[in-house]
């Protein structure tokens, strides 16, 4: 079978966050009951005009820098016309020849080589209803109507389905940490489309352009692609030709599916909307966006990578942002931040997860987080006794001191104490100590358990092993 | 009963400051009137309960001195949306729609205590310069029922021509409120655009429409228009303009004013009768000391074309939403979406209505957005320079309203483009977003009145109607059809 080469595109729709809506003042919220957060403008009622949300080009602003596109000074927006009943007014206001930002680009990093992806522009634009489909009606709730989004374009420069999922994990993060979007691809606030064609060799023209639409998850990006492109080569493979259409995936039969053949010439009819004059953005605007921005998901991650913390571990706590907030408090201490992510990614995330927590809800100050590193650095407390603690950390405001009064976690570092268990432990276990003097180490690691296991895990290990070590070394064999 | 109605407005606030009359007596007038003159046509729905109980109301506050308004009733066109009174814009489409809130100039007219009376005939949609193609049937020439008012506000004209309110609201598209008030004798001011919110006013063509006031003389013109003014944030594209009281220059001097005729708007296309009537005024003007130049201005033969490409562009994408989805008319049983579409709308819309929707997703269809739409606003963009040019050098532009005065109700509507010629000395203001004024001048020999039309440079409202006081009061023409002033 010949090697094609894939050439795709994709297209992601983002809500913005805003207080509210793009045009009108309605509230911009999600999973509110239907039709409550609406009013006669995004309604489409006759005689209404639209307003422009001020939040909204500032967060358009704010996402064409951090995605280093260009910014265009004057714009406008325009009437894109078509008949649908999830859309208000027959026409969605967007923008088509004044993208607010153009040119720029996501870099990504593929197989260790990093790889621009160009982004040939994003505009904002509004959001339709949502549709749901009953048996034979269909029903509509106009929440979504008028929330603002921006639409992220590429240019044809993403070659795999590997590609495209980097790519949108890689717009994700951004978008997330720039408080530009909450990015739920499950909730709709981030929805992906991908265009793809397939052709020999790089001298030919560009293939037919298949659209996959609504790919409800970032696996199915790359998986969705992989299958398409699989089914296209078959068809090209068998000289087959198949005109431009619109598929979409489906989850059960792990394949994309037709919806639609492309009409030619799809005509939205588009024209400069009369109802909203021309937007002027200027440096200073920009400037004071620029000041909002927090720090950016890859600025967090080289601290943290400077801070000692693994590329993997790293990522990991870049996936939750309440993590990452947390971490970030520490950011001017000397704490040592393995110890902290390792806490963070480790007993804590368990127990959050357990109890379907936020980190935000806990209890867990910074002072407490400094304290208990500090416990565990001079291992006054080993990591058995935080995952002990855990849930009165997290769930009391006692401090770790007096968590390990109350709770009786006694970390031994007592020598005497020590002594007289090892003893006993040795009193015990003649064979043993026999084995471990005819050189079986196992015998060594036998008896330090019996030791954990006689302090009911209290005993510090480290000294307790060095104590062990050196009574064994003073034993001759029975 | 005594009769009030065709009193000044100054006249009606002291009787109501004296309280020898009540609101309630004008609203009991004006129904009465509208009863009596009902053969006119020139409401599509009353208000009647809610008028007189917000009448009674008025007597439990306190009268305001200051507000000539006060207490007056109104009437307001049938595309201004007004809550809880039926909005049809003449239209099928909109014929059983009940509005849950009210247009900006509608909050501003309860504000200042006008009583609306009812909502007045119209073309549908305000596309069409007869309206005859209104849904409720044409309304009737007050000076000859055998005639049209004009339109595309002619039942706001016709009630203020009968006398049977004193206000009334229009809007004007593309001469909207100037023609029919030239056909009926009255005065209409289409103000600058961004002077009064859109919000609330069905939209026809967003960059060009904008609402305005219809009187029977120029003073109270000015009071209406103060009470409408002013930025609205609901209104992306209303002006930031102070509030000013435009009756402030009425009665100073327009000695050295400067006077630009163009001589397009006194050539062939301009019945002879309404050319001399013209010249009067200019003369009138002359001897009070303004200059008059007759000048060439380029691209004012081009503005019905641009009107129609712009206007009908615009028009096809506003009336997208009466889909019969979420209000108004909508086809029964819809065997699909796509047929609730095609049978609300094949149902609902007029003839004009669905041709000028037609032409104009053709315009915008395609290459031919650049080949006409795009084409159309960079010309507009050249005469409204041409014509703010001329008003650097002059104060006004004057000239006819209308080429002919009002037609017969049988006239042919199989001319298409026929109507939209009636508009050709109107539509400039329009595509250039300045201030048009009507005033009557005359009559022909069949009585018809006659419009002289001042057009001012942007937000010159308060000169313009020192100009328009000045003739009015110098020609003195008795404008009641009835003869009764």
Known sequence: MTNYIKTIGIEVHVELKTKTKIFSPAKNGYGSGANTLTNVVDLGYPGTLPTLNEEVVNQAIKAAIVLNCKIRKEMHFDRKNYFYPDNPKNYQITQSRTPIGYDGYVEIEVEGEKKKIEIEEMHIEEDTCKSAHRKDVTLLDFNRAGVPLIEIVTKPCISSGEEAKLYIEKLREILFYADISDCKIEEGSMRCDANISLRKNESDPLGTKVEIKNIGSISNVKLSLEKESIRQEKLLENNETFPAQTRRFDDKLNDTVLMRIKETGNDYRYFPEPDIPYLYITDEMIENVKNTIPLTADERRKEYMTRGISKINSDKILLNRSLSDYLNQFLKTDIDFVIVSNLLLGDISFYLNKHFLKLEETKLTKEKMIKLVEKLSDKTLTNKNVKDMIEYLLETDKTVEDIIKEKNIVNITDDSYLENIISEVLENNKESINDYLSGHDRALKYLMGQVMKLSKGSANPTLASQMLKEKLENLTID | ?485
């Open chain 2, 1 to 485: 009963m005594s009769r009030y109605l065709e009193k000044s407005v100054l006249e009606l606030h002291e009787l109501l400051k004296k309280k020898e009359i009540s609101p309630k007596d004008l609203v009991e007038e004006a129904f009465t009137r509208i009863e009596e003159n009902k053969e006119y046509n020139a409401y599509i729905t009353l208000n009647k309960e809610k008028a007189l109980e917000e009448a009674k109301e008025l007597e439990h506050i306190p009268f305001e001195e200051d507000n000539l308004l006060f207490g007056l009733p109104i009437a307001v066109k049938d595309n201004i949306i007004t809550k809880d009174l039926r909005t049809t814009c003449a239209s099928h489409i909109l014929d059983n729609f009940m509005p849950i809130y009210d247009a900006t100039v509608v909050e501003k007219l309860k504000a200042s205590h006008m009583i609306i009376i009812g909502k007045t005939n119209m073309d549908e949609f305000a596309m069409g310069s007869s309206s005859r193609t209104s849904y409720f049937g044409a309304p009737k020439n007050a000076w000859n029922k055998e005639k049209i008012t004009g339109g595309s506000s002619g039942g706001s004209a016709a009630t203020v021509s009968l006398r049977d309110v004193p206000f009334a609201l229009g809007s004007d598209t593309g001469g909207s409120i100037r023609q029919p008030a030239s056909y009926t004798g009255i005065v209409g001011m289409k103000p600058t655009y961004g002077r009064v919110s859109r919000y609330g006013l069905v939209a026809f063509a967003s960059s060009l429409d904008q609402i305005g006031p219809m009187t029977k003389n120029v003073y109270e013109n000015a009071l209406l228009l103060n009470a409408i003014v002013g930025r609205d944030d609901k209104d992306l594209t209303s002006s930031h303009k102070e509030q000013e009281d435009f009756t402030r220059l009425i009665g100073a001097s327009i000695e050295g004013m400067k006077v630009a005729v163009p001589n397009y708007f006194m050539s062939d296309i301009v019945n002879e009768e309404i050319k001399e009537k013209i010249k009067e005024s200019l003369e009138i003007l002359k001897s009070a000391g303004v200059t008059i130049d007759f000048v060439d201005i380029p691209y004012l033969e081009n503005a019905v074309t641009l009107y129609q490409i712009i206007a009908m562009g615009e028009a096809s994408s506003n009336l997208a939403r009466f889909d019969g989805v979420r209000y108004g008319h909508a086809k029964e049983n819809p065997e699909s979406i796509d047929n609730l579409y095609y049978g609300t709308r094949e149902e609902g819309f007029g003839e004009e209505v669905k041709r000028r929707i037609m032409v104009g997703s053709y315009l915008l269809s395609g290459e031919n957005a650049k080949e006409y739409y795009n084409k159309a606003l960079s010309i507009r963009d050249d005469m409204r320079k041409a014509l703010l040019d001329t008003l650097k050098e002059y104060d006004f532009i004057l000239g006819p309203t209308t080429t002919t005065t009002a037609y017969n109700l049988t006239d042919p509507m199989d001319d298409p483009s026929k109507s939209f010629m009636d508009d050709v000395l109107v539509i400039p203001v329009n595509m250039a977003g300045l201030p048009g004024l009507n005033i009557p001048v005359g009559f022909d020999k069949e009585k018809m009145p006659i419009g002289l039309h001042i057009i001012g440079a942007p937000f010159e409202e308060a000169k313009m109607y020192s100009l328009a006081s000045y003739l009015e009061e110098k020609l003195n023409l008795n404008l009641n059809p009835k003869g009764e002033e």
